[in-house]
Structures are given as C-alpha cells and as structure tokens.
C-alpha cells in the first residue's frame, strides 16, 4: 500500500525490436498457427469420411503396418501417453482396433488395428489422398520441399532452445 502523498508514475518502455530475422520468424509463427487450426479442421473433416477423429486415425496410422505399444503411439505422434490410452480404449471400444499380448512386456499390451480399422482407415487414406494431391498441385512439389525443409529446421531449433532451457518446455 502506498502512503497517499506518494504517486505511482508509469514509465511507458519502448517495444522491444526484434532483428529483421526475428520479425521474419515472427511473421513466419503468425502464418503457422492459424495454418495449425485450418489443418486440424481440414483433418476432422476427412476423418470423418471414415467415421473416425483425427486423433483416432492419427492412432490408426501408427498402428497400420505393425502393432505398437500405447507409449510407442505417444512418442512417435508427440502426444501424452495418457491422451493415446484414452485413444486407444475408444478404438477398442469402437471395434477399430484390439488390444494383444506384448510377448516382450507382461502389462505393456500392444494396439493392433482390426479389419474395421483397417477399412475405417483406408476410406480417410484415400479422402486425404485427393485433398494432398490438389492442394500439393496447387502449390508445387519444389516450393512444398522447401517449406518442408524449413519447417523441419525451425522445428529442430525450437527442440534443441526447449532442450537448453526446460522450464520453457510444457510438456516436462
């Protein structure tokens, strides 16, 4: 609490300028995250055409070629393990997907797609297919490797700033 005769004077401080590189980057965020938002739609949509969710067939995908433990799912989509357990039960439950005995790991079980699954996943494979091709057609196979490639980067160089400072990281 302040004495009354004391005032508060507020000192208004510049914005800080970032380098034209850093505007760049900015500029470059400010571009991802609404692209983030219109894929993740994009991709509920063909989920739907099989009538899965993202996170369901991004679950399914994982699990098309071999099963796969539910901590394999998280660490090869990024996502919490507990959120792919949940996944995983909804397409057990579903019939998309069963869960078998891991002969290397008495509790860890593994996920294995079903036929159901199989086809659920192929109706959104194909559905994506010809949403890629257009859009890729539309944009151009050279222009989408560079982004690709500078996408990659920039993904790298936030891994390794996460990895110097953790406090920074929201998934510790």
Not at 73 to 96: E, F, K, N, P, Y
Not at 150 to 164: F, P, S
Request: charged content about 20%; some cysteine; proline content about 5%.
């Amino acid at each position: 609490m302040l004495p009354k005769e004391q005032h508060v004077v507020n000192i208004a401080r510049p914005a800080p300028v970032s380098s034209p590189a850093g505007q760049a980057f900015t500029t470059l965020l400010m571009r991802v995250f609404p692209l983030n938002d219109r894929l993740t739609a994009a991709g509920e949509e063909l989920a739907r055409t099989g009538g899965q969710t993202l996170a369901r067939w991004l679950v399914l995908e994982a699990v098309q070629d071999a099963p796969a433990t539910v901590a394999d799912i998280a660490r090869v989509t990024g996502h919490a393990r507990q959120g792919v357990q949940r996944l995983a039960d909804a397409l057990v439950a579903s019939g998309a997907a069963s869960y078998e005995t891991n002969p290397r790991h008495r509790r860890a079980s593994l996920l294995q797609i079903t036929n159901e699954g199989t086809a659920n996943l192929r109706i959104i494979q194909a559905a994506q297919r010809v949403w890629a091709d257009r859009l890729g057609a539309e944009l151009g196979k050279a222009a989408l490797d560079r982004a690709s490639d500078l996408l990659c980067r920039a993904e790298q160089l936030v891994a390794q700033g996460l990895a110097e400072r953790p406090d920074l990281d929201n998934e510790t």
